[in-house]
């Protein structure tokens, strides 16, 4: 059978169950996922100062890594044209190009991401960014902006107010809100005394970067909380409540990572609490395996819950998806791939559940029915509609891996 019989079979099964798939499709392809650049270099960036911290681990040594922006765009390339739907690149401050003349953080301009404004006007993308707290020698003790040091934290605030202005500067010029997300991830290794006083720090230091004025409709920002990172075990400074509060007092997007809260605790529950209350989240959809481990994120339960809340309760503007996870043991280009489709399939199988009948079961109490039909969903003839999802998007079906592997074979193995 064609792959184009297989689909108007498997689109007749859909239709029977209510579900209108060419609607599906319209809808995702208006949902953005922003791919994080840090995969195609192990958050390696292009300062060459020193090696990662913050409580970040990127192990392996997989061949091919990116070792410059153009290396990094090409593998873009590759990557983005093996995606379907409408995607955004998410940009970190260590990735600025600055020909070879080292420019501290906190100097840091919009002419110094000017080739990556051009690119992705070129390529049609939106971008968003991230300051880098981290993997900086002004990061004492691990402290950043919550450091006792006034001099750390001067450096430290004024990296902030310089990506704000670089983030307006992405809206403005590819006219598309650019998405600022701070992590910060100072903490203590042993039990402190005192957790107050850092987070006090903390609050003023944000409250310093946020007071230079910003045109919302080009940079909006996020700030993301995290349990613990490696040598910051007993006390992060940054962690759920407070930036709950943080974000909620001063307005602004709250932050979920997948991997950031404890292991059997999922931000797919967290959604509609938080839309209860915010107006718009962002979501950094990465896998801990046992911890925060940044695992490649595939299509596991918690995905297809991820998706299920957004469309479910048609929260497609007020989630920001944002990916984040970094494997440099395997092809980077694969492990960004896979994500990144696994992202927007999970979409796809969200949009096209049989909702009414789902609706119907639970609201006449039958939750026999309920379980039953989510069973059944799982295995409806979905592969033959992404396939038809991807045709239509001019991205290969499951041929991608071939293309990655000759994609290596031509241009990631060349890179000594
Ligand atoms: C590199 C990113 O900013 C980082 O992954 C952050 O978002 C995070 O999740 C840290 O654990
Ligand atoms: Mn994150």
């Known amino acids: 059978m064609s792959m184009a019989s297989m689909f108007d079979a498997a ?16 809808r995702l392809d208006q949902i953005p996922i922003s791919l994080h650049c840090w995969q195609g270099d192990d958050v390696a960036g292009f300062e060459n100062s020193t090696a990662l911290d913050g409580g970040l681990a990127v192990t392996g040594n997989y061949p091919g890594r990116a070792r410059n922006a153009d290396e990094l765009r090409a593998d873009l390339e590759k990557t983005l044209s093996l995606i379907p739907g409408k995607k955004r690149l998410n940009l970190h401050s260590i990735y600025a190009e600055t020909d070879g003349r080292p ?5 840091l301009e919009p002419k110094h991401f000017a080739r990556w404004m051009d690119w992705a006007k070129e390529n049609g993308l939106g971008l968003d960014f991230n300051p880098s707290y981290f993997s900086h ?25 310089a990506c704000r202005a670089i983030a307006e500067a992405f809206g403005r010029k590819l006219r598309s809100t650019c998405i600022t997300n701070f992590w910060v991830p100072d903490g203590f290794k042993d039990t402190p005394f005192d957790r107050l006083a850092p987070r ?4 003023d230091s944000l409250d310093k970067i946020f007071s230079v004025e910003c045109n919302p409709r080009y940079n909006r920002d996020a700030v993301e909380c995290k349990l613990f990172g490696i040598g910051a075990e007993s006390c992060t400074v940054g962690s759920h409540e407070f930036y709950m509060g943080y974000a909620m007092k001063n307005g602004k997007l709250l932050c979920l990572d997948a991997g950031h809260f404890h292991p059997t605790e999922v931000i797919s529950d967290k959604i509609t609490s938080t839309l209860l209350y915010f107006d718009e989240i962002l979501l950094h959809v990465s896998r801990g395996v046992r911890w925060d ?4 994120v595939t299509m596991t339960e918690e995905l297809r819950a991820i998706a299920e809340e957004i469309v479910r309760h048609n929260y497609d503007k007020r989630v920001h998806i944002g990916l984040d996870y970094f494997d440099a043991s395997i ?12 992202m927007s399939k999970a979409l796809l199988m969200a949009l096209t559940e049989p909702a009414a009948i789902l609706k119907k079961a639970e609201k ?8 039953a039909w989510m069973e059944e969903a799982k295995t409806l003839p979905f592969a033959a ?20 592997k000759t994609y290596e074979k031509d241009v990631l193995s060349k890179r000594s």
């Not at 007749?12 to 169950?17: E, F, N, R, S």
């Open 364 to 371: 006449s109490g039958d939750k026999g029915s309920r379980l």
């Open 385 to 404: 509609v992404w396939e038809e999802y991807c045709t239509r998007n001019n991205v290969p079906g499951m041929a991608w891996i071939d293309e990655v």
């Open 103 to 107: 420019v501290k953080r906190n100097e």
């Open 137 to 161: 020698p002004m990061m004492k003790d691990g402290l950043t902006l919550s450091s006792p040091d006034a001099g750390v934290r001067k450096f430290w605030v004024e990296h902030g107010i």
């Open 293 to 296: 481990s940044d695992h490649v």
């Open 331 to 342: 092809n980077r280009v694969m492990a960004w791939t896979i994500g990144a489709r696994n």
């Open 11 to 26: 689109k007749k099964v859909y239709a029977d169950l209510g579900v209108d798939v060419e609607a599906a499709f319209n």
């Open 200 to 203: 006090e720090r903390l609050a």
